[in-house]
Every structure is written in C-alpha cells, then in structure tokens.
C-alpha cells in the first residue's frame, strides 16, 4: 500500500489549503482512512478519520474547520483546511487502515496505532 500526500504549503492566518492523499496498492472495499499531524517537539496527534461507510471523526482543535472526504473512483482522501491557526501548523501525514471490519454506527479512529499504512507527510506552515 502506498499513500502520497499533496496540497501542503505556507498561508496566513484565517486561510485555507486542501491536502490530498493519493492510495494506491489495495483493493479491499472496508477501510479506515485518515489524517494525523506532528508539531516539532510534540506527539503525533490524528485529526480526522473516515470508514469505509463514510462516518467521520475529528479531533476537537479542528471541528467545524476541517473536512475530510474521499473520492472511491480516484482513490483519494482529502483534508479541507479552513480557518488555519497558527497551532495547526505541523506534518500531516495520510494513514489507512484496510481491510477493516466497519460497524454501522461506529466511527474510525483517531489513534495512531489503528493504522497500519502511512504517507512521507506534507507541510502546513500557517503564519500569525
């Protein structure tokens, strides 16, 4: 399995940047999707998760914020960032978990440990 992030960058305060995660290697149709973040000197934190029946989850600093989405066709995950502060700033990196048994009515996780696939990360530098 191979996951390749995009879509990093530098941006003010208040802006917005879309990251997207491109999946290639798996075809099994349950899964977990996710994205997690890593700030210099601090814990690998997630963000955002999807299943594989389109639950999501978010971490509480960025409800409201962010969105994650994915495109089955295009083998695709996306982050849509609004509304950027400063502490977002760190590597975000993709993550997949597959196959995964999905429960209807449950939501992925955001634990590190619950993936098992993991992208090089990409960039987000936001600016007071």
């Known amino acids: 399995v191979q996951l390749v992030e995009s879509g990093g960058g530098s941006v003010q305060a208040g802006g917005s940047l879309r990251l997207s995660c491109a999946a290639s290697?798996?075809?099994?149709?349950?899964?977990?999707m996710g994205w997690f973040r890593q700030a210099p000197g601090k814990e690998r934190e997630g963000v955002a998760a999807?299943?594989?029946?389109?639950?999501?989850n978010y971490a509480d600093s960025v409800k409201g914020r962010f969105t994650i989405s994915v495109d089955n066709a295009k083998n695709t995950l996306y982050l849509e960032m609004n509304s950027l502060k400063p502490e977002d700033t760190a590597m975000y990196y993709c993550?997949?978990?597959?196959?995964?048994?999905?429960?209807?009515?449950?939501?992925?996780?955001?634990?590190?440990?619950?993936?098992?696939?993991w992208g090089q990360g990409t960039q987000v530098t936001v600016s007071s």
């Open positions: 993550t997949a978990d597959s196959p995964r048994t999905v429960v209807p009515g449950s939501f992925p996780g955001l634990g590190d440990y619950e993936y098992n696939y």
């Open positions: 290697g798996y075809t099994y149709n349950s899964y977990w």
């Open positions: 999807i299943d594989s029946d389109g639950s999501t």
